[in-house]
């Protein structure tokens, strides 16, 4: 009877391991935990807005802005630097007094959480499908597509070389070579990757980086390579909003996307996850 009551304990078990909800929260926070092993790694290295030394804004230098990497400070860290009066949220806007303004504190990487979320609850599976990120910089949307989804190939494009050694670094740390690929270069350059792919994401890749015509000539590149009926593109902001009269008629349709708050986690900001938005090619 013991013997028999240990084994139905253990099929129980074996089914809660297959089947439990719970679990499988479980797993994906042990992944959340391997995210932010990867950001505190970076954290250290690099200047704290994010932005590299080799790198060139084209806007957003304005004194009413900051350059804060979601990926890198997720908003515990960033309360924990204030705290310690290392960092502000907010402006002044006349020196010496107490009128204060919020900071407009603008991002080029999701958060750890948005990753999650995008990867587990707004896109649908991408088992054996082809991810690629346009303007990869520090590698997280890569290292979480690796980690929450059945991706075979994952693709990050990246014109700054000392960004693509940071990624390359981290592949081989946690060994993502085997599906990540970092492709140092001009998306301009990269029309077979663009019709390849069967998710592109792409996350203020170009309005801060790069300037007029150039700007232009890259959004070209995306519109013209991503032709496929049924791609996806993952964008922030919206492409209307990034292309304005330039959008292409009857190129992609918006999916609208809706996930249960109350199920998102303290850490994740609704806020900007809401910011994101998904298209598909017709």
């Not at 649908?124 to 989804?149: M, N």
């Not at 050694?165 to 077979?192: S, T």
Request: net charge negative; proline share 2%.
């Amino acid at each position: 009877k013991q013997w028999y009551q240990r084994r139905v304990r253990g099929e129980d078990f074996i089914n809660f391991l297959k089947n439990s909800e719970e679990l499988d929260d479980f797993v994906k926070d042990s992944r959340i935990t391997i995210l932010e092993s990867i950001a505190d790694e970076i954290r250290g290295t690099v200047p704290r807005s994010g932005i590299l030394g080799s790198e060139r804004l084209t806007r957003g230098e304005e004194s009413t802005t900051a350059h804060i990497d979601a990926f890198l400070y997720p908003d515990d860290v960033v309360d924990e630097l204030c705290e310690k009066g290392e960092m502000s949220r907010n402006y002044c806007t006349a020196c010496g007094s107490h009128a204060t303004q919020k900071l407009d504190l603008i991002s080029h990487s999701y958060s750890v959480w948005e990753l999650k979320w995008i990867f587990t609850k707004i896109l649908p599976s991408l088992d054996g499908k082809v991810v690629l990120d346009v303007g990869s910089r520090f590698g997280c949307a890569l290292y979480a597509a690796a980690e929450f989804t059945g991706a075979t190939r994952i693709v990050g494009v990246e014109m700054n070389g000392e960004l693509c050694r940071i990624q390359e670094a981290v592949c081989e740390k946690y060994h993502y070579q085997d599906r990540i690929e970092v492709v140092e270069g001009d998306i301009r350059a990269q029309g077979q990757l663009l019709s390849n792919a069967d998710v592109v994401m792409l996350n203020n890749v170009f309005e801060h980086f790069v300037e007029g015509e150039a700007q232009a000539k890259c959004w070209d590149a995306i519109t013209g390579g991503v032709r496929r009926k049924g791609q996806v593109l993952v964008t922030v902001p919206s492409l209307e909003e990034s292309l304005g009269e330039a959008m292409p008629g009857g190129w992609v349709e918006e999916v609208p996307w809706d996930v249960d708050e109350d199920l998102a986690p303290d850490e994740l900001d609704m806020d900007s996850l809401r910011d994101v938005h998904i298209y598909k090619v017709l």
